[in-house]
């Protein structure tokens, strides 16, 4: 499949997810506020003010950099998605410059950023080692990069009669139409992923040295308590992995 169309089916299924994605558990208030405070500890060394998020989805973390004092772009390859985190913004009363863009082709100069951040969007490009060389190319020397992603192991949508028995098994639970659509946006493109089943830190930290960022660590998520993808209704459910890598350029 070619790489337009392989962008062209996730740009139409984060258009839609749009409308419900600002409210999943990890975006609920307590997971919030964690989020924020992660994020203000590891980025207060920075020698400058100008932050880009990047997958911004609706918002979230552009705001939280933006209340850290940080002035604020965000993009991501959904209009939707920019849409809704316009609208976030401005019922915080913040200005934020929200933007269209591809995550592996950056519109912005050599050296602009001391900050960047992406959360959760690295399993989802189809090169990934290309977009941190493009993120690594935007930041100033000395600048932050913050990286959190997965192990979402999204393999169990490979087949479609798992696929039909879920939801079939759960027509009446919340969360069975997005899984459907997902599956029916994903199917198509999964093997052009190369982190579609998730990634872990140590695969990240290896992208990361391939782009020649520096100083590479990982922040210990087990200070979130619970983990931040497990939905209050699926205690019984095993969480999945997830990691906050941060380094210097």
Known sequence: MGMKRVKTSIQRYWDWRSATYGYDHDKSVGVARKWESILKELVTDSPGKLALDIGTGTGQVAVYLARSGFRTTGIDISESMIRRARQHALEHGLHIDF???????????????????SRNLVWTLPCPDQALKEWRRVMK?????????????????????????????????????????????????????????????????????????????????????????????????????????????
Do not use: C
Request: avoid cysteine; charge should be positive; glycine fraction near 6%.
């Open 99 to 117: 933007q269209p863009g591809d995550a592996e082709r950056l519109e912005f100069k050599d050296n602009t950023f001391d900050v960047v951040v």
């Open 141 to 249: 020397p000395g600048a932050t990069l913050v990286v959190s992603d997965g192990a979402w192991m999204n393999y169990t949508w490979r087949r479609v009669h798992h696929l039909a028995f879920k939801v079939f098994r759960e027509k009446l639970r919340n969360g069975s139409v997005i899984s459907a659509r997902f599956f029916v946006s994903y199917a198509g493109v999964q093997r052009s992923l190369p982190f579609y089943e998730g990634i872990r830190f140590e695969e990240a930290s290896a992208l990361l040295h391939e782009a020649h960022f520096r100083d590479i660590r990982a922040y210990d998520t087990a200070s979130f308590g619970l983990n931040p993808y497990r939905a209050e209704t699926t205690k019984s459910i095993t969480a999945p992995s997830f990691f906050i890598a941060y380094a210097k350029k």
